[in-house]
């Protein structure tokens, strides 16, 4: 079945540092790609979709890239806050008509110190 | 603007006994709920995903008989936890999706405990 890895648990970085969390996924077809950023107590948002080989979401300064050679959406952001403190997800939907199942990948937790 | 209401946001319950959770749709017409549960440091688990007009789907792992599920209409979704034991604890996520490829937008969570 569709898969998605996140590399990373755990993140700690200090203010404006770079940030990358690695996602691969394993999906047949053209899967969408999501980035979640989930906070304490609160449910998962989105932050941005990609569909497409190529396709670049971004949306608060973060960006990923869908690479379908690599099978990869990783998440970046050139200069971390200490407000992006929060746990991220990877997602993919897959691209079988009528699919409707996310499959999400186990979280990395971005630590971002003052 | 379109959210997703969960409630009740926690909840204790003793071991054995039930609890049900509900999920409102706000500002928009939901086609799909989908509800997830997400263990302690665990991900999100697919629970069941429930399309109007057609049969609640459920995943592996989850039963219609342990975790029944009620979608009367496109604004409102209920799921009971049967039976609670430890390993049901976590937050209970609803995501629900208008239509088309819209990624589904998320509620905050009914988080469960179990005594």
């Known amino acids: 079945g569709d898969s998605v890895t996140q590399t990373e648990g755990q993140v700690a970085l200090s203010e404006e540092d770079f940030l990358t969390i690695h996602c691969n996924y394993s999906?047949?077809?053209?899967?969408?790609l999501f980035w979640y950023v989930q906070y304490p107590g609160e449910g998962p948002q989105l932050l941005f979709r990609?569909?497409?080989?190529?396709e670049k979401g971004s949306s608060r300064g973060f960006e990923a890239t869908y690479d379908k050679g690599t099978t990869s959406f990783h998440l970046r952001k050139a200069s971390v806050q200490e407000s992006d403190s929060a746990v991220y997800y990877c997602?993919?939907?897959?691209?079988?008509?009528?699919?409707?199942?996310?499959?999400f990948g186990a979280g990395t937790r971005l630590k971002v110190i003052a | 603007g379109a959210l997703v209401y969960q409630y009740p946001r926690r909840t204790i319950c003793k071991s054995g006994t039930s609890m049900r959770m509900e999920c409102q749709a706000v500002?928009?017409?939901?086609?799909?709920v989908a509800w997830y549960r997400q263990s302690p440091q665990k991900t999100f688990e697919l629970i069941a995903l429930?399309?109007?007009?057609?049969?609640?789907?459920?995943e592996q792992n989850f039963t219609q008989e342990k975790f029944p599920i009620s979608h009367p209409n496109l604004s409102f979704s209920s799921m009971t936890v049967l039976n609670a034991y430890l390993e049901d604890r976590g937050l209970y996520l609803c995501?629900?999706?208008?239509?088309?490829?819209?990624?589904?937008?998320f509620g905050e969570g009914t988080r469960l405990s179990v005594l």
């Open positions: 997602a993919l939907r897959g691209s079988h008509t009528g699919n409707y199942k996310y499959v």
């Open positions: 999906a047949s077809g053209y899967p969408t």
């Open positions: 990609a569909s497409r080989d190529k």
């Open positions: 500002g928009f017409q939901a086609t799909s």
């Open positions: 429930s399309t109007v007009n057609s049969a609640i789907k459920y």
């Open positions: 995501g629900a999706r208008r239509q088309g490829n819209q990624a589904p937008l």
